[in-house]
Antibody
Framework: QITLKESGPTLVKPTQTLTLTCTFSGFSLSTGGVSVGWIRQPPGKALEWLALIYWNDNYHYSPSLKSRLTITKDTSKNQVVLIMTNVDPVDTATYYC?????????????WGQGTLVTVSS | IQMTQSPSSLSASVGDRVTITCRASQNIRSYLNWYQQTPGKAPKLLIYAASSLQRGVPPRFSGSGAGTDFTLTIINVQPEDFATYYCQQSDSAPYTFGQGTKLEIK
């Protein structure tokens, strides 16, 4: 059974650094082709793809957020960490992590429940 | 790659057939996925690779298209289908989503 769960602060002050952890089970990020991504959704708005890390440590970032994001993985702990620097109220959103299946279409087939992060002073 | 969905919202009755379209700003072959999201829940994968039905998804959902133009069709809409639908391209990073289509009860 594959599960993912996001964890991190619910409230962050502007200009601070946000650290989110995705803890997963049921698959390994050392398996060829597997990747884990982060997606966010501001209240009442659409999904926004943020970052992705592959089993071989390759990664991709959203161009609009690239300078503020860092994604890392700890294969032994089955965790993926997303760090976002210099947060702003516009970063208030539910943050999801999801597994990207190495299949035709490479879909995000399993998602965490999401964690709501509010940026406010 | 920009993904544009239409319409942004639509109303339908139970039993109707509905179609949602998604257009990519460049050729994404068949690397197009569809997700369903209900309020307060994480998105759920419905269709991958443009036309492949995810395991456990009812066959009233279907997808088609290739290149830049794609459609999601729901036949015989059921009450549990009233939700927001997103397309997502997985051809090349950044793996962008469409802006969503909200399916509402008429």
């Amino acid at each position: 059974q594959i599960t993912l769960k996001e964890s991190g602060p619910t409230l962050v002050k502007p200009t601070q650094t946000l650290t989110l952890t995705c803890t997963f089970s049921g698959f390994s990020l050392s398996t060829g082709g597997v990747s884990v991504g982060w997606i966010r959704q501001p209240p009442g708005k659409a999904l926004e793809w943020l970052a992705l890390i592959y089993w071989n440590d390759n990664y991709h970032y959203s161009p609009s957020l690239k300078s503020r994001l860092t994604i890392t993985k700890d294969t032994s702990k089955n965790q993926v960490v997303l760090i976002m620097t210099n947060v702003d109220p516009v970063d208030t959103a539910t943050y999801y992590c999801a597994r990207r299946r190495p299949d035709y279409g490479d879909p995000f087939d399993y998602w965490g429940q999401g964690t709501l992060v509010t940026v406010s002073s | 790659i920009q993904m544009t969905q239409s319409p942004s919202s639509l109303s339908a009755s139970v039993g109707d057939r509905v179609t949602i379209t998604c257009r990519a700003s460049q050729n994404i072959r068949s690397y197009l996925n569809w997700y369903q999201q209900t309020p307060g829940k994480a998105p759920k994968l419905l269709i991958y690779a443009a036309s492949s039905l995810q395991r456990g998804v009812p066959p009233r959902f279907s997808g088609s298209g290739a290149g830049t133009d794609f459609t999601l069709t729901i036949i015989n809409v059921q009450p549990e289908d009233f939700a927001t639908y997103y397309c997502q391209q997985s051809d090349s990073a950044p793996y962008t989503f469409g802006q969503g289509t909200k399916l509402e009860i008429k």
